[in-house]
């Protein structure tokens, strides 16, 4: 069974940090690129950050660059974003999302094979 399982979320207030996790079963991180989404009430689905299968490439939307960071363990097929100077902006279900193919112009996937049920990240002011 393919499965993608999100979790560390949780509420924090403004300024503070959360670790989020993105294990994988029935298939390998390092055959795939790995996408990092995060969905909020009444805003447009947004990508925020990709890694490469091999943890080679990374990529950062700008409004979390500087501020996350993405990485992946490839010995326990999980990747992981390690969010610091949370803003209550950055409240939203936070999903992660797998394909095989990579996109033209980043490491991101170009199609969603797999997704994850989501996270909720909740910042306070």
């Known amino acids: 069974e393919v499965q993608l399982v999100e979790s560390g979320g949780g509420l924090v207030q403004a300024g503070g940090s959360l670790r989020l996790s993105c294990a994988a079963s029935?298939?390998?991180?390092?055959?795939?690129?790995i996408e990092w989404v995060r969905q909020a009430p009444g805003k447009e689905r947004e990508g925020i950050s990709c890694i490469s299968g091999s943890g080679g490439s990374t990529y950062y939307a700008d409004s979390v660059k500087g501020r996350f960071t993405i990485s992946s363990d490839n010995a326990k097929n999980t990747v992981h974003l390690q969010m610091n100077s949370l803003k209550p902006e950055d409240t939203a279900v936070y999903l992660c999302a797998a394909g095989p193919q990579r996109g033209k112009y980043r490491p991101c996937p170009y199609e969603y094979d797999y997704w994850g049920q989501g996270t909720q990240v909740t910042v306070s002011s």
């Open positions: 029935g298939f390998t991180f390092d055959d795939y690129y």
